[in-house]
């Protein structure tokens, strides 16, 4: 292995402690905040990643349509309620 190599693994392995903490702590909580209760929005984002994915090795016009269709009436919708909780947030 290189030292370029064991330093990029050595960065994965402390990014990956980091998540995993978090992950733990987030576990160990009783109550979540509106926002981290807002799993249908994770869905929607999460799907919107799967479509993108297929959309950058795919040229077809109904799926073009459909992905015009997630992003109006799906993903801006949630971007903005995303966009307002931070708003809120960032002004108390």
Not at 9 to 15: A, I, K, P
Not at 30 to 58: F, K, V
Not at 64 to 70: D, P, S
């Amino acid at each position: 292995m290189t030292n370029r190599d064991a330093m990029r693994w050595q960065q994965r392995l402390q990014n990956f402690g980091r998540v995993l903490i978090r992950l733990e702590t987030a576990c160990a909580q009783e109550e979540y905040s509106e926002l981290e209760r807002a799993g249908e929005d994770t869905e929607i984002l999460l799907d919107a990643l799967a479509r993108r994915n297929l959309l950058s090795h795919t040229y077809e016009e109904q799926t073009t349509k459909e992905a015009e269709r997630l992003i109006k009436h799906r993903l801006t919708p949630v971007f903005r309620k995303l966009y307002n909780c931070l708003q809120e947030k960032y002004q108390q």
